[in-house]
């Protein structure tokens, strides 16, 4: 059996919909980093598909795939920082309680 393109756009976009809905409707601060590197896996697994559907000699996509993967973890790495510096203040990590930049 031969994966199609259509499945993996398929795949990519459930995973998408799934990070959006968790970026949505969670209030914890770590899911919602989560979700966020859910959403950067969608857009590689696009890459990655395109890349082997469109030129598979080529190597463009794979390279756009490893620079969100160093973003993505770079991004984590700042937001967890971010996260445990204003647990340590407010003890809790609530994203409705977050008010440290209101008048």
């Not at 970026?23 to 950067?40: F, G, I």
């Amino acid at each position: 059996m031969v994966l199609q393109l259509d499945y993996f756009l398929l795949l990519a976009a459930a995973l998408f919909c799934i990070g959006i809905y968790g970026l949505v409707t969670s209030r914890n601060a770590v899911r919602v980093l989560m979700s966020v590197e859910l959403m950067l896996n969608a857009v590689n697994l696009n890459f990655l598909a395109f890349a082997n559907y469109l030129d598979p000699a080529e190597i463009k996509g794979q390279v756009f795939a490893v620079f969100v993967i160093t973003v993505a973890a770079a991004e984590a790495a700042v937001g967890l920082a971010i996260v445990l510096a204003i647990y340590r203040n407010r003890d809790t990590i609530d994203m409705e309680r977050f008010n440290l930049l209101k008048w």
